[in-house]
Nanobody, 117 residues
Framework: QVQLVESGGGLVQSGGSLRLSCAAS????????MGWYRQAPGKEREMVAT???????DYADSVKGRFAISRDNAKNTVSLQMHSLKPEDTAVYFC???????????WGQGTQVTVSS
């Protein structure tokens, strides 16, 4: 059974930092594109950052230069370091593991990030 469990969300003031972590079980993260998505109230889920199994990363324009994704395949984890947080970063953040070759896309349950102004 595949599980992605996020942690590290919370309430932070504007300009602050948070680090989200995702622990994966039931998959070998090294063959998956690992990523973070977010969904704010009334909005669609959007990609925040992804890290392919080939080591390339991609970021939403809104977070470039502020967020950094990293993974530790030995520990089957992926993290999202967030700096200079803004109120518009407030959302539920979801961990994602995707492998199109196997038509597999798994999601975590989400962790709330709230940035106060």
């Amino acid at each position: 059974q595949v599980q992605l469990v996020e942690s590290g969300g919370g309430l932070v003031q504007s300009g602050g930092s948070l680090r989200l972590s995702c622990a994966a079980s039931g998959i070998i993260t090294s063959i998956y594109t690992m990523g973070w998505y977010r969904q704010a109230p009334g909005k669609e889920r959007e990609m925040v950052a992804t890290d392919t199994r080939f080591g390339s990363t991609d970021y939403a324009d809104s977070v470039k230069g502020r967020f950094a994704i990293s993974r530790d395949n030995a520990k089957n984890t992926v993290s999202l370091q967030m700096h200079s947080l803004k109120p518009e970063d407030t959302a539920v953040y979801f961990c994602s593991a995707e492998n199109p070759l196997f038509s597999q896309h798994y999601w975590g349950q989400g962790t709330q990030v709230t940035v106060s102004s």
